[in-house]
């Protein structure tokens, strides 16, 4: 039995690719599936055309340029990292209620369509994403470990994460209000120098990990998607007052196609829903700085 590359079912004939980079694929391909049970199985692939549901829930009302940047509290984990700076408390019971909506989850599964081998010069932020709904989700998926990481704690490359994944019309503004809201005093308030920089023998962790994704519109031109995230957010090393916490946000993006993929046109965020914490012991400080230091992020593709 062959398999394509990557477990997706490559087309026969089209050789190479991220994972199979120069194999012999030809007209020998074969595919097993195995059998299912009378209740089928729950955690099984949910079947989808190859076009991942182009079409679905119309143009959807259209994004107006002059509410692009309405607060786009897109100052992403920005809303946590004041939370952890202020170490102020609430409870995300109201939130819960939301992130259940009524749209039901769909799994991620196998879908025939190659994750995108694309990125972006100026930051490595994955790029190229298909425009189908599927493609929607991965990029808000990716764009959120972005705007979500340490790299949007120093100018140069907040501008650069900014320009790469926004609109050329909601950029801008955004950029300023950025600039305003990472501040000197944030800064002091996250533990962090004038400049954004760790204290000598800390390391400053700031890490976003898409959970689930959502997209309550699509038509081909315009979607929105829900991003259900968990971070990091703190202060690793001998002698931090500020230990790398656990947080929990929900990023909905709008989401717009320009030129040959999606950009952010306007985004929001809000705290949750959060799960019980568990009762594994939490990690020394040294622990925690060889974890982040040793462990990179993904590519997310749906």
């Given at each position: 039995?062959?398999?394509?590359?990557?477990?997706?079912?490559?087309?026969?004939?089209?050789?190479?690719?991220?994972?199979?980079?120069?194999?012999?694929?030809?007209?020998?391909?074969?595919?097993?599936?195995?059998?299912?049970?009378?209740?089928?199985?729950?955690?099984?692939?949910?079947?989808?055309?190859?076009?991942?549901?182009?079409?679905?829930?119309?143009?959807?009302?259209?994004?107006?340029?002059?509410?692009?940047?309405?607060?786009?509290?897109?100052?992403?984990?920005?809303?946590?990292?004041?939370?952890?700076?202020?170490?102020?408390?609430?409870?995300?019971?109201?939130?819960?209620?939301?992130?259940?909506?009524?749209?039901?989850?769909?799994?991620?599964?196998?879908?025939?369509?190659?994750?995108?081998?694309?990125?972006?010069?100026?930051?490595?932020?994955?790029?190229?994403?298909?425009?189908?709904?599927?493609?929607?989700?991965?990029?808000?998926?990716?764009?959120?470990?972005?705007?979500?990481?340490?790299?949007?704690?120093?100018?140069?490359?907040?501008?650069?994460?900014?320009?790469?994944?926004?609109?050329?019309?909601?950029?801008?503004?955004?950029?300023?209000?950025?600039?305003?809201?990472?501040?000197?005093?944030?800064?002091?308030?996250?533990?962090?120098?004038?400049?954004?920089?760790?204290?000598?023998?800390?390391?400053?962790v700031s890490r976003t990990?898409?959970?689930?994704?959502?997209?309550?519109?699509?038509?081909?031109?315009?979607?929105?998607?829900?991003?259900?995230?968990?971070?990091?957010?703190?202060?690793?090393?001998?002698?931090?007052?500020?230990?790398?916490?656990?947080?929990?946000?929900?990023?909905?993006?709008?989401?717009?196609?320009?030129?040959?993929?999606?950009?952010?046109?306007?985004?929001?965020?809000?705290?949750?829903?959060?799960p019980v914490s568990g009762?594994?012991?939490?990690?020394?400080?040294?622990?925690?700085?060889?974890?982040?230091?040793?462990?990179?992020?993904?590519?997310?593709?749906?």
């Open positions: 039995m062959s398999l394509g590359d990557d477990g997706y079912g490559q087309d026969p004939g089209r050789p190479g690719g991220e994972y199979g980079e120069g194999a012999d694929y030809d007209r020998h391909l074969t595919r097993t599936r195995l059998p299912e049970g009378d209740e089928g199985d729950p955690y099984g692939p949910n079947r989808r055309p190859r076009g991942g549901g182009r079409g679905r829930g119309g143009r959807g009302g259209g994004l107006s340029s002059r509410n692009l940047i309405t607060v786009v509290g897109v100052v992403v984990l920005l809303i946590a990292a004041i939370a952890f700076a202020n170490r102020g408390g609430g409870s995300s019971s109201d939130d819960s209620d939301s992130a259940g909506g009524k749209a039901s989850a769909q799994p991620t599964a196998p879908t025939g369509v190659k994750p995108v081998t694309g990125k972006d010069g100026a930051t490595g932020i994955a790029s190229g994403f298909a425009r189908t709904e599927q493609g929607a989700q991965s990029a808000a998926s990716n764009y959120a470990v972005a705007l979500g990481g340490d790299g949007m704690f120093k100018t140069d490359t907040r501008h650069a994460i900014v320009d790469s994944i926004h609109t050329p019309d909601a950029a801008p503004a955004l950029q300023r209000d950025l600039d305003k809201a990472y501040s000197a005093d944030f800064f002091k308030n996250v533990g962090l120098s004038a400049d954004g920089s760790a204290p000598k023998g800390l390391t400053f990990v898409p959970v689930g994704t959502k997209a309550t519109a699509y038509s081909d031109d315009e979607a929105t998607v829900a991003v259900w995230c968990t971070g990091l957010v703190g202060l690793a090393g001998q002698g931090s007052t500020k230990p790398v916490t656990q947080t929990w946000f929900t990023m909905t993006q709008k989401l717009r196609w320009v030129g040959s993929d999606w950009k952010i046109a306007s985004s929001d965020q809000k705290q949750g829903p959060a009762d594994v012991p939490a990690a020394g400080a040294e622990e925690i700085t060889n974890a982040v230091n040793g462990y990179g992020g993904f590519t997310y593709a749906r």
